[in-house]
């Protein structure tokens, strides 16, 4: 978890006594712009935008105006909340990372909300009474509320990637939806060897992966039962490191084994996040770990470019006897959430705005649109309209929701599961439904809470731990070097790294976690 911004002292007791704002002496208590709210968000490059319709919305709901901090030309978001910070210059509203805030509400720069909450919100005060999975993720380690997150709608859809393999190849050889990994190696050693593409050359790569090179190793490894080597687990109450567990090297060997049989992409470590439309639009990609909804949408190749394409997702492959493919399901929140500053002189206001999106309007607002526009409500329900599904214009639905505030993250407000189901085609819907079933989705640890001391410890551990890892991972892949021979070296390596203590303080962190009601 990581801690971006130190405070210091002087610095917050500027902020504390000075009061300053964006908005300055305008918002002082009495005047007719009480209701005017600086807001900081950036998100995706997209700073927020004063115009944006759900935010006209808000304002016809709450007499709220909102006024964004960041101008238009503040697209890094890390740049402008580090700007923001060293100008003593706060905005009424921040949203941001949820770590982040907390620290700064630890040093005084945040009003913690649990009163503001049980006193003016009743929406938010509601939710938290209900739903005691996120509850746990909105207090700080000091038992204080410093920032309302951005929450996934588990209950609907707790998962987002899984298997895809070409499932028009299987039909043509007459091979069966593979579900051990032999079946996987046979059909991928067909699809290359008996030329799946029909181009006359064997140029199937079998297994490609998208990503950067830390999202190519795990999604690599996670084919073969392994989870995210950067990542902690719990069994029995106890916190373990993932390249620890016996599985991962065993999911690195098959690994290596696979790439030396070219059933792996040989450029695995460097197509980057373009790997899928290097491979699918030109014919050659066979297998791969992805997102449901986007890799779903490669189907529509069938009509456009290679008749008969499928690519259909399937079952976590059958490794062995208590070890099969791994995919990582989503936690309760990105840690992406807003809260109240310091320099804010109506707290009041602010917390009775932010409680707007909890409410049932608010939420369909956030991730629906506005009503006639992106949908209309049918049986009950909110259900998009041509101009999301089929825009005119050519646009994708997410893109059409975000230019308007929708879909935005910052805010805090949940999302709703249905604006995903709508928007992707039956295909992903598979997927979904495919990975919701038991056991088919490995659960992310949750997430935990680390005092300032003990953060700086962990990131200093994890970013030696984590490039020794991914030195090794990509020798033994690619065959530089032997993962049986090595393997004693790279754990020697990882515990003078810090890995144990590292271990430690997760552990303390998911005991507190647990200690939380």
Sequence with gaps: MKRKIAM????????????????????????????????????????????????KKAEEATGVKVKSYASKNNTDSTQAYNLMLASNDFSDIIAYRVPDLEKLGSDGGMIPLNDLIDKHAPNIKKFIEENPLYRKDMYSLDGKIYAIP?????????????????????????????KTLEEAENALTIFKEQDANGNGRKDEVGIFVRG????????????????????????????AFATLDPNFKEAVKLSAEWYKKGLIDKEVFTRGWGARDAVLPTNIG?????????????????????????????????????????AVGRNTTPEIGWGISAASKNPEQAIKFMDWWFSEE?????????????????DGKPVFTDYVLNNPDGKGPLKVLQEVGAQVSGPGVQQDADYE????????????????????TTMPLPILKYSPKDVKKLEKIMALVNQTTEEYMQKWILGVSDIDTDWDAYINRIQQNGINEAVELVQKGYNHYNSVK
């Design 8 to 55: 210091g002292a002087l610095l917050l007791s500027a902020l504390m006594f000075n009061g300053c704002s964006k908005d300055g002496d305008s918002k002082s208590t009495g005047t007719t712009k009480d209701k005017n709210l600086s807001v900081f968000l950036v998100f995706n490059g997209m700073p927020l935008n004063d115009e944006w319709e759900i935010y």
């Design 150 to 178: 951005t929450y996934y709608d588990l209950d609907k859809l707790s998962v987002s990637s899984g298997l895809f393999i070409r499932t028009d190849w299987l039909k043509k050889f007459g091979l069966p939806v593979p």
């Design 212 to 239: 950067n090179i830390q999202a190519a190793l795990n999604n690599l490894t996670g084919i073969f039962g392994a989870r995210p080597y950067k990542t902690f687990y719990v069994e029995n109450d106890q916190v």
């Design 286 to 326: 066979g297998m791969t770990l992805d997102w449901f909804g986007s890799t779903a949408s490669y189907n529509s190749l069938a009509t456009t470019q290679i008749p008969g394409f499928e690519f259909y997702p399937i079952e976590p492959l059958q490794i062995k006897d208590g070890m099969k493919s791994v």
């Design 362 to 378: 608010g939420r369909r607002t956030w991730n629906f649109g506005i009503e006639g526009k992106h949908y209309t409500m049918v």
């Design 421 to 440: 189901y709508q928007y992707s085609n039956d295909i992903a819907k598979q997927g979904f439904d495919m990975y919701m079933r038991n056991e088919n």
